[in-house]
């Protein structure tokens, strides 16, 4: 039995949850989803004013908020999908050996106390964060070329 790595879990994760999505809700379940994920967003860039980088992950959380209100309303801008795809892959990539990290030293908790006193709690945090982002915005991409091929 071969074992996953890292990046083909994420993948796998990634993959399914969207091809599900997709596949499955109906229209106007698919508003609403977006209309929750848009609300999420904004409250993620809400709290973020005592993060070490506040306006970073504010701009990157109301970016997502954004993209997910706008998809509500079936406008999807691939450019600008595309660009935040490619910003959180590069970012993903600059956090994974800290996420690596965190992963060796035995995973402990990143949610116990909010000030992270090792470097590699907060930037596990933000890996995890991206990931979010990373997946919301697969979400829009595929269901923009879904709704291209119509």
Not at 9 to 14: G, M, N, P, S, V
Not at 56 to 79: D, R
Not at 122 to 130: D, I, K, N, S, V
Request: hydrophobic share 50%; aromatic share 14%; charged share 10%.
């Amino acid at each position: 039995m071969e074992v996953l790595s890292i990046n083909q879990a994420t993948y796998l994760l990634i993959y399914s949850s969207s091809h599900f999505l997709l596949k499955k809700l109906p229209q106007s379940y698919m508003k609403v989803l977006n209309l929750i994920l848009a609300g999420l967003f904004t409250v993620f860039a809400i709290v973020q004013y005592n993060d070490p980088d506040p306006w970073l992950w504010i701009a990157i959380y109301l970016f997502m908020a954004v993209i997910s209100g706008m998809a509500a309303f079936g406008n999807y801008q691939k450019t600008v999908i595309a660009f935040g795809l490619g910003f959180c892959l590069v970012y993903l990539v600059l956090l994974l050996p800290d996420f690596v990290d965190w992963l060796t030293s035995g995973a402990e908790s990143i949610v116990g106390s909010m000030k992270a006193e090792k470097p590699h709690i907060e930037l596990t945090r933000e890996f995890l964060g991206l990931v979010i982002c990373l997946t919301t915005l697969f979400f829009h991409w595929r269901k923009s070329n879904q709704i291209i091929q119509q």
